[in-house]
């Protein structure tokens, strides 16, 4: 393990602002923290920098234990959402100044240099001062400033939110690449669940300062542990039990089906009316009511055949479905099958 977290409690007054029991993370990883606004993400992130220290538990990096060592001893790479870089350096001198203050030789700090500019597409910028370049491309000079001393640990806090959306998704190309040339261990801290789903080896949700679930992006999607996970990862159709009029012998009180994991069928088992759609071009969100319920479909261009007030049958997809009880989800048994539908 490059990182064990054990039983950290961190309090702001009379406010735990972060509970973590137990959280392992593996070296050449990348990592995703993904949490709404307040859920504790900053604050881990700092307790692993070393610029926040814990009330109580227990932090160990590469086998040491570094609870309250401060941040220079603890060798890692930081970049923040502002990507402070050094405006009278060229971009250049910005990703060698972490080693010329180490005073590594100067053929060595050349070709670490290059072998940055290379990956981070830079080398033409190599001249240029941080104000004649993009947001984008001072971006990744700060994430290259941040992993040239090879650190054991990048942590970057929202590194990308600054940034318009087409530079943000280009962006994540370089993060992967970077991890991958350099094998490093990354821990990316977002709100964004695309972002997180993008990036992450493994995504660890945090929910008011605690651990909700630790999983790859396809496990938490398809098999989230509870509703708020589902939300996040944005489900739309967590429908009440009682609303689908139905005697199954389950015992769930929510059904989640995905929006997109629901089908316009002639011979589909559920009647609804169109109750209105949005066109989006590559994608049709279609609201529908079922009865007592409004459920939303996710439709491709090739559903452009339907308007608003027409009666649909719609068919699910039952694979997929998830069920909840008292917010937890709970798996499929074989004598308690959701039987609404015929298989
Ligand atoms: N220095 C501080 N003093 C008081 N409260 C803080 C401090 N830092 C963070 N908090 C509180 O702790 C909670 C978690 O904050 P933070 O870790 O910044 O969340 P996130 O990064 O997920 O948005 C928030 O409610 C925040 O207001
Ligand atoms: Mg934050």
Not at 53 to 68: A, C, L, Q, R, V
Not at 69 to 82: C, E, H, I, S, Y
Request: glycine share 6%; charged share 25%; with cysteine.
């Amino acid at each position: 393990m490059i990182l064990s977290i054990n039983n950290i409690i961190k309090k702001f007054g009379n406010f735990t602002a972060l509970e973590i029991n137990d959280l392992e993370l593996e070296e050449n990883k990348y990592y995703v923290v993904l949490g709404p606004s307040g859920s504790g993400k900053t604050t881990l992130l700092r307790i692993i920098a070393g610029l926040e220290f814990p009330d109580s538990g227990k932090i160990t990096i590469s086998g040491n234990e570094m609870t309250n060592a401060p941040a220079w001893k603890r060798d890692l790479g930081l970049v923040f959402q502002n990507y402070a870089l050094y405006p009278h350096l060229t971009v250049y001198e910005n990703i060698a100044s972490p080693l010329n203050v180490m005073k590594m030789p100067r053929n060595e700090i050349i070709k670490r240099v290059n072998e940055l500019l290379r990956v981070m597409e830079l080398t033409d910028q190599a001249g240029k001062y941080p104000a004649q370049l993009s947001g984008g491309q001072q971006q990744r000079v700060a994430l290259a400033r941040a992993v040239i001393k090879k650190p054991t640990i990048l942590l970057l806090d929202e590194p990308l939110s600054n940034l318009d959306t087409r530079v943000r998704i280009d962006l994540r190309d370089y993060l992967k690449r970077i991890q991958k040339e350099f094998k490093l261990t990354v821990i990316h801290v977002t709100h964004d669940p695309t972002e997180a789903m993008a990036l992450g080896d493994e995504v660890i949700v945090l929910h008011h300062g605690k651990l909700i679930q630790k999983s790859s992006p396809r496990e938490l999607y398809n098999k989230p542990n509870d509703i708020f996970c589902a939300r996040l990862l944005g489900a739309v159709n967590l429908i009440p039990k009682n609303n689908l009029n139905i005697n199954d012998n389950m015992d769930y009180d929510l059904l989640e089906i995905r929006s997109e994991d629901i089908k316009f069928s002639d011979d589909g088992e559920i009647n609804g009316i169109i109750k209105s759609m949005q066109f989006l071009g590559s994608e049709i969100l279609f609201n529908i009511d079922i009865g007592n319920y409004n459920i939303k479909v996710r439709g491709d261009k090739f559903d452009d055949n339907h308007n608003e007030g027409d009666n649909v049958k719609l068919s699910f997809i039952k694979s997929t479905m998830n069920f909840y009880k008292s917010g937890k989800r709970i798996e499929h048994t074989e004598n308690g099958k959701f039987n609404k539908i015929p298989e």
